[in-house]
């Protein structure tokens, strides 16, 4: 064999197993394929043409070994004739350098892999970060690397450069002056925002001095409030007592009630047959203290429409928003809410305002009375929860306007009678009356506005004392007033006092009580008419001719022919037909008859067929001298028995 053909097959010979260790799986396919892959290299590159190139090669003698190596890798062939076989020290060395090159490639693509990673984490921080190492995650933040393309410039010539100087220069110094402008702008400004701010602390140190507490907004920690609402109101209008105090543009405070706000007021007007005679006047407010009054009327209002729909039976009408509240007969009190704007001037406006003041007051000590009673243990709990209760402030007025009438026509009458027969009526109030209040507070011990609520709140009751002529009856009528059941209006008491045994007024009830004004008067006159009848006996001459009709009755009848004098019993016990005489009253026998009415009492008498009568007014005989109109009617009688006596002696 030749050294060619020697040299040829030399490189079929090499084997990178170690050698001479024998293993049965050489021949196996993965075997052969590394081996294939060490001997030729990548499979990629082993093609049918190259193996033909190849084997007409080793036939021709122009194949090498040189050309089985794998590029870039040193091969050192053994001379011929010498074994081919490599150590193991060698191939263990070449391994150790496979090794090195193979970390080292590897380490470089990790960190060619980070760079990229971090490079694209700026612009696809989720994407990149799935292919960063944990140390770069740890120790360097997404997005911090970035990279821009950069074309490089050409050479510039001196003159151009200088050029870019200039611009430059220019540039900065336009910079400089457009910074100095811009400083000069906010300096103006912070001189305008301390100038604002001085002023809106300053007005919020202001409403602080003058007592309304200002705190912090429960829903905007950052701002200020103040709170002028009412504690114990309801929870509708306490919740609407705190509003905000911002700053306006030039610094003044603006106070935030909310975009439902609205400023109205309660106006109270005095309508006469539908028209309007006088109105309620007051100052117009603004700022916190409108507001507040605003409030305050608001829930007035509302309380009073409540309460209202109660009172039907009291005449009491709700017309929309208006409350309409008889006063007098053709008098009515309207109440209703208006903006501030439309208090127009016009009438005596001392009663509404009065009325006003009256309202606002009844709603401060219900708000007292509410205090009261949650500072008290609350009550046993309940299934059903209990409701609010109505606050008392139309009631208390509705009371004295019905008190105060009834006390007048009372008073009017029997005032008018007492001029008549020369007596004088006297008035004791336990309540008194709102003209009587400034001589009342110079004596009271309490604040104004307590001495009137108590004033209005306590029960309405008055006592008109009427002593008769005869000086020895005096009747007393209590007016009380309450619109509360079992009463719902005024009742009057009539109570008989200061008479002797003997009198004619010891058969009759001492006191009475009436629904009514008119049985009351009546009451009134019958028990003057029969204390007018004991007077009119008293004097001889004409307890001599008449005596005492029915008890009952003011009349005075004449005394029978050859009888004596009867009293009550000897009459009952008498004759059958002269009991029924007396039980149909009227003119059957000759009879003097005392009437009283509202503003007059009549004397009339039927004597003999003839029928007369005198009357007494307050203004006629009886006006400032009633004696005199008792003593002219005791004349009149004597006058009919002369003139009797006359007729009968002719």
């Known amino acids: 064999m030749d ?25 196996s396919l993965s075997n052969q394929v590394k081996r294939l892959i060490e001997q030729r290299g990548s499979i990629r590159n082993i093609t049918e043409a190259s193996l033909i190139e190849e084997v007409q090669a080793t036939k021709s003698g122009e194949f090498k070994h040189e050309d089985t190596i794998i590029a870039g890798e040193p091969a050192e062939l053994a001379p011929a004739g010498e074994d081919r076989k490599p150590k193991s020290e060698d191939i263990a060395a070449a391994r150790e350098e496979i090794l090195k090159k ?11 892999l980070d760079f990229i990673s971090l490079l694209l984490s700026k612009h696809a921080p989720k994407a990149a970060e799935l292919t960063l190492s944990p140390y770069i995650k740890e120790n360097m933040p997404l997005g911090c690397l970035g990279a821009e393309m950069v074309q490089q410039q050409p050479q510039k010539s001196e003159a151009e450069k200088r050029n870019e100087e200039m611009v430059g220069l220019g540039w900065r110094m336009q910079s400089l002056g457009n910074a100095a402008d811009r400083l000069l702008v906010s300096a103006e ?6 100038q604002r701010e001085t002023r809106y602390w300053g007005e919020v140190l202001e409403i602080k001095e003058q007592g309304w507490p200002v705190c912090r907004l429960p829903r905007e920690k950052h701002t200020l409030g103040v709170r002028f609402g009412f504690a114990e109101a309801h929870s509708e209008f306490r919740n609407r007592g705190l509003a905000a105090l911002r700053r306006h543009e030039d610094g003044t405070v603006i106070l935030d009630r909310g975009s439902k706000a609205t400023d ?4 109270i007007r005095m309508l006469q047959r539908g028209k309007q005679i006088s109105s309620s006047q007051e100052p117009v407010s603004s700022g916190i203290l409108c507001a507040r009054n605003c409030l305050f009327d608001e829930e007035l209002h509302h309380e009073l429409l409540r309460e209202a729909r109660n009172l039907v039976n009291q005449n009491v009408y709700c017309d929309g928003e208006t409350i309409l509240v008889p006063f007098e007969k053709d008098t009515q009190i309207s109440m209703k809410l208006e903006p501030p704007s439309s208090l127009e001037q016009g009438g005596d406006s001392g009663l509404p305002n009065a009325v006003l003041l009256v309202l606002r007051l009844l709603l401060c000590h219900a708000h007292r009375q509410t205090l009261h009673r949650r500072s008290q243990p609350p009550p046993p709990i309940r299934e059903t929860p209990q409701s609010r209760p109505l606050y008392s402030i139309l009631r208390p007025l509705l009371e004295f306007f019905q008190h105060r009438l009834a006390v007048e026509s009372a008073l009017d ?6 001029r008549i027969v020369g007596t004088e009526v006297t008035l004791s109030p336990s309540t008194p009356f709102l003209p009587s209040l400034a001589s009342r507070l110079a004596s009271a011990n309490i604040p104004a506005h307590q001495f009137l609520v108590t004033t209005l709140i306590a029960p309405r009751t008055s006592s008109i004392s009427f002593p008769f002529p005869s000086r020895q009856v005096s009747l007393r009528i209590d007016v009380h007033t309450n619109i509360l059941p079992p009463t719902f209006g005024t009742s009057y008491t009539a109570t008989t006092t200061a008479f002797p ?25 019958y028990m003057l008419a029969l204390d007018l009848k004991e007077l009119f006996l008293e004097d001889e001459e004409v307890k001599r001719e008449w005596k005492e009709g029915a008890p009952w009755e003011g009349k005075l009848v004449r005394k029978r022919k050859g009888t004596d004098d009867e009293d009550m019993e000897g009459l009952l016990e008498g004759r059958v037909e002269r009991v029924e005489e007396m039980l149909l009253g009227g003119f059957e026998r000759d009879c003097i008859e005392i009437v009283v009415n509202k503003r007059n009492i009549e004397l009339r008498w039927e004597v003999n067929g003839e029928k007369g009568g005198r009357e007494l007014t307050s203004k006629g005989d009886g006006d400032k001298n009633g004696e005199k109109g008792v003593e002219r009617m005791v004349e009149a009688i004597k006058e009919l028995l002369k003139k009797e006596q006359s007729i009968g002696s002719h």
């Open 3 to 27: 050294a060619s053909t020697s040299t040829m097959a030399e490189p079929l010979s090499i084997s990178l197993r170690a050698w001479p260790t024998l293993d049965q799986t050489k021949n």
């Open 102 to 112: 193979v970390s080292q490639a590897r380490m470089e693509s990790a960190q060619t």
């Open 189 to 194: 400004r912070l001189e305008k925002e301390v």
């Open 264 to 267: 109205l007021t309660l106006r």
């Open 413 to 418: 009458i029997m005032s008018g009678l007492a």
């Open 501 to 525: 045994a003997e009198s004619i007024f010891a058969d009759q009830p001492r006191e009475l009580v009436f629904w009514d004004w008119k049985r009351a008067e009546r009451h009134v006159g």
